[in-house]
């Protein structure tokens, strides 16, 4: 099993940058693909990035590839997703996922393990 916790949201002006971490407990956590998605009010959650096991594999939303850059540090047990160019359409909630299926299955149904959250507003 295992246990998510994000951290690093807040509210930042457009144009500006944000590191999202995710800290993850379990002896198991290097086994598997990690995503980030977010989800806005009134609008599916979706996701935003996604890494395998060894980070090196990553697949990018097109709304975001070239402007977020998701990494992980499987002997610290983290997940970081680098944001960048910040538009106010990023706001939302950012969640860390954990789940066994490649990084191609961008499906939510796919991750089994779930953070809390955490708030991202982009002002104008």
């Known amino acids: 099993q295992v246990q998510l916790v994000e951290s690093g949201g807040g509210l930042v002006q457009a144009g500006g940058s944000l590191r999202l971490s995710c800290a993850a407990s379990?002896?198991?956590?290097?086994?598997?693909?990690m995503g980030w998605f977010r989800q806005a009010p009134g609008k599916e959650r979706e996701i935003v990035a996604s890494?395998?096991?060894?980070?090196?594999?990553?697949y990018y939303a097109l709304s975001v590839k070239g402007r977020f850059t998701i990494s992980r540090d499987n002997a610290k047990n983290m997940v970081y997703l680098q944001m960048n160019s910040l538009k106010p359409d990023d706001t939302a909630v950012y969640y860390c996922?954990?789940?066994?299926?490649?990084?191609?299955?961008?499906?939510?149904?796919?991750?089994?393990?779930w953070g809390q959250g955490t708030q991202v507003t982009v002002s104008s």
């Open positions: 890494i395998s096991w060894s980070g090196g594999s990553t």
């Open positions: 379990g002896r198991t956590f290097r086994s598997y693909t």
């Open positions: 996922a954990a789940g066994t299926a490649g990084v191609g299955w961008t499906s939510s149904s796919n991750y089994n393990y």
